[in-house]
């Protein structure tokens, strides 16, 4: 089973904190992701990576950074949280290029900022 | 762009009973769907997959079909149980953003006794 954990699990932050959400995956898989979760929109796509090196926004990026130094690790990063950031986070990884479309997910972070 | 929706958003039932979830998709490429299931409290774990045009699909007592020509990969079970209230998710595959999921909104099953 692919394993991709996150830390922390729970975070609350005060707004205009920084906050810098983890993620680390076990796959060897090239693209990783974060999603957010809200309540009536689904999961919607926040940043993506092809790799080392590599972040790309994605559909809702504005007022966050991605930062993925390594294979292995993935970064989601506030740098002035707001109240409206407040939302379940989550981090997945998956190898379309090797016809791995299925991604897996991380456990979550729940962020609270007040 | 690419969309999913999913119509209902809470479906309650009785143990035992039949339950259908809708999903329509658009997209202007070859679709690759998914049914994503999450428990209270736990990430969304791969339910179903397919990409096979009006090829049946299961897993763990669900089934979905992908029909092309309705641009529909609809969800059932013929017999729920308690362990099936969660949440479930329709996605499709974007062909851009990495290859990146596209999610429906997702229906809450409530499965009573």
């Known amino acids: 089973e692919a394993a991709v954990t996150q830390s922390p699990r729970n975070k609350v932050a005060v707004t205009g904190g920084k906050v810098t959400l983890s993620c680390n995956q076990t796959n060897n898989h090239n693209n990783m992701y974060w999603y957010r979760q809200d309540t009536g929109h689904g999961l919607r796509l926040i940043h993506y990576?092809?790799?080392?090196?590599?972040?790309e926004k994605g559909d809702i990026p504005d007022g966050y950074k991605a930062s993925r130094p390594s294979q292995e690790n993935f970064s989601l990063i506030l740098e002035l949280a707001t109240p409206s950031q407040t939302s379940v986070y989550f981090c997945?990884?998956?190898?379309?290029?090797?016809?791995?479309?299925?991604?897996?997910f991380g456990p979550g972070t729940r962020l609270l900022v007040l | 762009g690419d969309s999913v929706t999913q119509t209902e958003g809470l479906v309650t039932l009785t143990k035992g009973l039949p339950v259908m979830l809708n999903c329509t998709y658009q997209t202007t490429y070859s679709p690759f769907l998914f049914w994503y299931v999450q428990h209270l409290n736990e990430a969304p774990k791969l339910l179903l997959k397919?990409?096979?045009?009006?090829k049946r699909t299961e897993h763990q007592g669900f089934y979905a079909t992908l029909h092309k020509s309705s641009s529909s990969f609809h969800l059932q079970k013929s017999s729920v149980q308690l362990s099936d209230s969660a949440l479930y998710f329709c996605?499709?595959?974007?062909?851009?953003?990495?290859?990146?999921?596209?999610f429906g909104t997702g229906t809450t099953v409530s499965v009573s006794p």
């Open positions: 990576s092809y790799g080392a090196g590599s972040t």
């Open positions: 996605a499709l595959t974007a062909y851009q953003g990495g290859r990146a999921l596209i």
């Open positions: 997945a990884s998956g190898d379309p290029g090797q016809g791995q479309d299925t991604q897996y």
């Open positions: 397919s990409s096979t045009d009006n």
